[in-house]
């Protein structure tokens, strides 16, 4: 089985950065796509940045500039650099990646959840 990870969150003032972390491990043959989404309370899921397996990288419009992705393959993890936080940035944040078991089996995994939230 696989499992990730996640590290990070917490409570930040607006303008503030936070980092967060999310490791993968178990039975990983090859980690395609990271992503990161979030969902804060009375909304849907949604998708805050992914980054391809070559390191192409996509974000939402409401974080660009803001927030960045990056991963370390050699440590099976994808990070999310958040500076100038917003309010509305506040919301339990999930990591999630493509991972292959086997040259013939690919599924999709979740973290489970780390809470940000951005208040004075």
């Known amino acids: 089985q696989v499992q990730l990870v996640e590290s990070g969150g917490g409570l930040v003032q607006p303008g503030g950065s936070q980092r967060l972390s999310c490791a993968a491990s178990?039975?990983?043959?090859?980690?395609?796509?990271m992503a990161w989404y979030r969902q804060a309370p009375g909304k849907q899921r949604e998708s805050v940045a992914t980054?391809?397996?070559?390191?192409?990288?996509t974000y939402a419009d409401s974080v660009k500039g803001r927030f960045t992705i990056s991963r370390d393959n050699a440590k099976n993890t994808v990070y999310l650099e958040m500076n100038s936080l917003k309010p509305e940035d506040t919301a339990v944040y999930y990591c999630?990646?493509?991972?292959?078991?086997?040259?013939?089996?690919?599924?999709?995994?979740w973290g489970q959840g780390t809470q940000v939230a951005v208040s004075s």
């Open positions: 999630n990646a493509h991972i292959s078991s086997s040259l013939l089996q690919s599924d999709a995994y």
């Open positions: 178990g039975r990983i043959f090859r980690i395609n796509a």
């Open positions: 980054i391809t397996s070559r390191g192409t990288t």
